[in-house]
């Protein structure tokens, strides 16, 4: 049986990435960090399926052990500070997480399992204050937050690691991806939970700060298939991973509200508190590479994704109202 050892296996991508390793009939270990309340919400329903470890990206000596243990083929490296807003507040957090901690893990694995395949998760915020559109694997970064910055040595380190010690080491540059199981910080994913709240008469508006960025955004569940195929090529090399499509905010706040008859200027309002200090105006990222060497593609579009998680928000918020009100009828 093939094993892989996930970091980040409760998020967004860890998540939709265990239950398709599962699928494929992998013994599946999650790296999971010991906290008082711990939040299994992403992977509940294959919860039973996954062989828990207890490990701390901060501390090596504990990754050494997960690795020893879990005897790896393929590690994959997703977890992170993963918001960009939130790494101007916590830069150090952001710096020692995102960044330091990559090399924590290609160390653990260097030393306990060197055979494994690692895949470091890379991140469009690299290109920032892009020099060339579309991006590509080739195109020099600009990182514009402590994030991309961040993101920019896990990257580099991982090259590093790949070519000082023979490790089979790749990075995936993914480019936004999204899905329901996203976090209610980010803008795609606030923006479906508002349209759902505000159809269902729980919210009266939504303030938003730039409208005009242009982003590629794509789903999150055909982004971890191009991670995978990455560790099932004989060499290792790293892909961006994107849709080729850019949209503005503002497109995204159309789909999203006509997508249940609201006019989403009837409900939004700019706030310049959610206006970055550094903006990245645009990503659009060029998959060309992945396309020809892994024979990945797309399977779901712009829209369709948006409706998507408009409809799980509109499930879940309808669920809760239901249980709100059985609460106080009590």
């Not at 759902?196 to 009266?204: D, E, F, S, W, Y």
């Not at 960025?213 to 789903?219: A, I």
């Not at 090529?233 to 949209?247: P, R």
């Not at 409706?307 to 879940?316: A, P, Q, Y």
Request: glycine content about 6%; hydrophobic content about 40%; proline content about 3%.
């Amino acid at each position: 049986m093939v094993s892989a050892l996930i970091t980040g296996v409760t998020g967004q991508d860890g998540s939709y990435l265990a239950e398709f390793l599962l699928e494929k009939g992998y013994k599946v270990y999650g790296l999971r960090r010991r906290t008082s309340t711990p939040n299994y919400e992403n992977v509940a329903h294959i919860k039973d399926k996954i062989e828990w470890i207890s490990g701390d990206l901060t501390d090596l000596a504990s990754l050494i052990e997960a690795v020893r243990i879990s005897q790896p083929d393929e590690v994959y490296n997703l977890a992170a500070q993963s918001y960009v807003a939130a790494s101007w507040p916590q830069p150090i957090a952001t710096g020692q997480i995102t960044a330091l901690c990559v090399t924590n893990m290609l160390e653990a694995v260097r030393i306990a399992k060197p055979d494994a395949k690692f895949y470091q998760a890379s991140s469009s915020e690299m290109f920032g204050k892009v020099v060339e559109t579309p991006q590509k694997e080739t195109t020099p970064f600009y990182p514009r937050s402590p994030y991309g910055v961040a993101k920019v040595y896990g990257h580099w380190i991982t090259v590093n690691y790949r070519e000082s010690f023979n490790m089979f080491a790749c990075s995936g540059i993914l480019f936004n991806h999204e899905s329901p199981r996203r976090g209610l910080e980010f803008v795609t994913r606030k923006v479906t939970d508002a349209v759902a709240r505000i159809k269902l008469g729980v919210q009266t508006e939504l303030r938003m700060g730039n409208l005009d960025s242009l982003r590629d955004w794509g789903f999150a569940g055909d982004y971890i298939k191009a991670m995978w195929l990455m560790l099932q090529q004989d060499e290792a090399d790293d892909f961006v991973i994107s849709t080729g499509e850019m949209h503005t905010v503002r497109e995204l706040l159309e789909v999203a509200f006509s997508y249940v008859g609201l006019n989403y200027e009837d409900y939004v309002i700019i706030d310049q508190a959610f206006v970055r200090p550094a903006e990245v105006d645009l990503l659009l990222g060029d998959c060309t590479k992945a396309k020809e060497v892994l024979g990945w593609e797309l399977e779901v579009g712009f829209k369709q994704l948006i409706h998507m998680m408009v409809d799980e928000d509109l499930r879940r918020v309808a669920a809760e109202s239901r249980y709100n009100e059985l609460m106080i009828s009590r």
